[in-house]
């Protein structure tokens, strides 16, 4: 039982950044039309966004150490903690939450930036240059964070309060030994609050109407008089902002590199053709049913009977669905 | 696109000519432009081969593959375990690249192929990241995982044990004697690619060729008209994904080594980069592409700050850093950004490619003449 209530939640924390970036590329999707194979790179800005601001907050100027006495020494203190002590302290170790804030402004410019600038021409394109185009823009933004913050993970703690784990199993009286780390169950909640929001944005807002009565027949909104364009570039924005806080709120659990974009989109684009292209409550189903089940499948009982299975779960899914569903678990036809 | 002209077989057999004399100077022409070593020939054959294979299926369907990494990762596998059981021999080791890359595009194809657009490409990414997981963890006793699988000295080698042949020296593949590195090396994989184009062009030029294009134009119609294109699309993927299985064992019979790194999905997707940049659905482009992106890699790999500094020697100082600090991303470990934005440039305002460009030049030329 306890093994596996935690195989679950180990699933559900991935499974939560797989339905975020997901519920993202599906928004461009039904929106746009657009594959956008750039948004992996989205998550990974985002990312890079706590690790800037980490890199903010730490600015440091050289000090002498006075607790060495012997000859002088000087330690890296940040300008932080030279101001304003302890609080400074605490802001520092507050980097990954405080990014948010940072990472929803910076990810709706790049958003509105990456689709007025390029994602637009490509509307009237096939399917084929759709990729292509956004393949190449991942390339280049990946290029550019590898020049800029160089080729190794950086590791950006989460503050220091939560840096233990959650004893969930007396929490669920399942016995003490039961225990999760707290920020990957923050993750879960943090994915479930995002996720909440933009149904709710789609289901109870006038702007959210509009955008869903495009998703299903733009031109007849279009004449309406309803100038559908800006909504849709808008509705970018947001899933750029999506994705890039998936990827801010991660980074304590996968310090970032430059290629985690990648990794994550790959198994994405599956999650979303296993939910269904253009269907959000299935994009977000399948992310957290496949990460469940990408845990269960790295279960040492698992792997003992099926070999490796963990490492082709998705994939393996993502095959059967779409051969047996072609539109995948909640696809319309 | 090019014309399918099933008539031109005089400029066809021009044109094979042209290419068997182009390839096969190579090393003098090459000179020219710096690249007369057998080392980076011997890539622009192979990934030429593999582009020429990989647009058989984009280039003349459509269809998108984001997965023939797969087939050139069992091509090489293929190839090694030839080298290690048969004979260090090449011939054995194509023949069975051919025969298991064609069987494994027959399996993956035929599921593939049921969908298509964007579907197709994710189908075919997965099964390449499938094969890519597997090659790396649970058939590590196949592929010997990250090691990289090797040929060794004790292997069985039972055919060159059965004629008594000895390997002296290095281990390397050997053609009846003659040793498969350098020039020799390259000349292998030159006469497999101008075989490889031979059979491209026929394809090109065929009725089969001309019921890809079908596809690629409207495969509704098509079917109207009482075909049915999915024995085609999957005749043209097995073909396909056997250039890429070639491609693979040319690698190992050059350098007896097949890692798994050759299955991932970036490179999948440097052949499309190649293919793209050449010119899709034209006879000579994506050879084109291959061999520029493996040129100018070397170049620009190569290049580092010092390099930088000697080149803009002539500037006054202050410019002479400041243009070190403008290109130095772009080359050296930064190679890869300026293949993107390459890359991203031609898709958008020229998705013909290089062939593209060619002729709009040609066009050009011809209409000042008027």
Sequence with gaps: MDAILIQILNGLDKGGAYALIALGLTLVFGTLGVVNFAHGALFMLGAFVSVTVQNILTISKKVKDESITFFDAYKETPYLEIWWGDTGTMIIDYAVPISIFVAIPVMLLIGLAMERGLIRFFYKRGDADQILVTFGLAIVIQEIVKANYGANPIPTPAPEIVAGSAPVGSWLGLGADLVYPWWRLIYLFFAITIISTVFAFLHYTTFGMVVRAGMHDRETVGLLGINIERRFTIVFGLAAVVAGLAGTMYTPILPPDYHMGMDFLVLSFVVVVVGGMGSLAGAVAAGFLLGILQSFASMNEVKSVLPAIDQIIIYLVAVIVLLVRPKGLMGKD | ?370
């Design chain 2, 1 to 370: 696109m090019e014309a399918i002209n099933p008539s031109s077989g005089r400029k066809d057999n021009l044109t094979m000519i042209a290419f068997t004399v182009v390839v096969l100077t190579a090393p003098l022409w090459g000179k020219l432009i710096g690249a007369d070593y057998p080392d980076l020939l011997q890539r622009f054959a192979i990934f030429g081969l593999f582009a020429i294979g990989f647009n058989l299926l984009f280039g003349l369907t459509g269809y998108l593959s984001f997965g023939h990494a797969a087939f050139l990762g069992i091509g090489s596998y293929t190839a090694a375990w030839s080298f290690k059981l048969l004979s260090m021999n090449p011939i054995p080791a194509v023949i069975f690249a051919l025969l298991l890359s064609g069987l494994f595009a027959a399996v993956i194809g035929y599921v593939s192929l049921k969908r298509t657009g964007i579907y197709f490409a994710i189908l075919t990414l997965a099964f390449a990241q499938m094969s890519y997981n597997l090659a790396y963890s649970v058939l590590t006793p196949i592929t010997n995982g990250e090691t990289g699988l090797r040929v060794l000295r004790d292997d069985p080698r039972i055919i060159d044990t059965a004629l008594g042949v000895e390997i002296q020296g290095p281990l390397l593949g050997s053609f009846f004697g003659i040793e498969m590195t350098g020039y020799s090396g390259f000349y292998f994989c030159a006469v497999m690619l101008i075989a490889g184009f031979y059979v491209a062009l026929r394809v090109f030029r065929s009725p089969f060729g001309m019921k890809l294009a079908a596809i690629k134009s409207n495969q509704t119609r098509m079917e109207y008209t009482g075909y049915n294109p999915k024995p085609y699309l999957l005749a043209i993927f097995i073909i396909s994904g056997m250039y890429a299985g070639l491609a693979g064992a040319l690698m190992v019979i050059v350098d007896p080594l097949a890692g798994a790194e050759r299955m991932q999905w970036t490179v999948s997707g440097e052949v499309v980069l190649m293919t793209i940049l050449g010119g899709v659905g034209t006879l000579v482009g994506p050879l084109l592409g291959a061999a520029i992106i493996k040129y100018f890699e070397n170049i620009f790999s190569a290049i580092n700050e010092s390099v930088l500094l000697a080149t803009f020697d002539f500037l006054p100082e202050g410019l002479q850093e400041f243009m070190v600090t403008i290109v130095h991303p772009f080359v050296g470990g930064g190679w890869h950004l300026t293949l993107g934005i390459l890359f991203m440039s031609v898709i958008i305002f020229m998705p013909g490619g290089i062939m593209e460009g060619i002729r709009h030049l040609t066009d050009w030329i011809r209409r000042r003449k008027e």
